[in-house]
């Protein structure tokens, strides 16, 4: 089996910082693309950051130049700073992964179960 494990979400007060960390394990063959989504209550899930294994990133709009998402050598746990969080950034955020587990058959997403984040004003 395959885990996406999140932490570091919590309360902030508005302009405060936060660090959330996702790491796979498990029987995971081979990680291809890791990604932050955040889901507000009533609103869709939305792509924050998404890195690939060879480092490219992307950001939504909502992340753009205030979000940075980076991952450790072995490309198995990735790291979201938050700065300069507004109230509606408020939401469940979710880590994503696309990869291959064990045995190798085929590319598959998996999620992890959320970490909540609340920015008050």
């Known amino acids: 089996q395959v885990q996406l494990v999140e932490s570091g979400g919590g309360l902030v007060q508005s302009g405060g910082s936060l660090r959330l960390s996702c790491s796979a394990s498990g029987n995971v063959f081979a990680i291809y693309n890791m990604g932050w989504y955040r889901e507000a209550p009533g609103n869709e899930r939305e792509m924050v950051a998404h890195i690939t294994v060879g480092d490219i990133t992307n950001y939504g709009n909502s992340a753009s130049g205030r979000f940075t998402i980076s991952t450790n050598s072995a490309k198995d746990t990735i790291y979201l700073d938050m700065n300069s969080l507004k109230p509606e950034d408020t939401a469940v955020y979710f880590c994503?992964?696309?990869?291959?587990?064990?045995?190798?058959?085929?590319?598959?997403?998996?999620w992890g179960q959320g970490t909540q984040v609340t920015v008050s004003s």
């Open positions: 994503r992964a696309d990869l291959i587990a064990q045995p190798p058959q085929h590319t598959e997403t998996y």
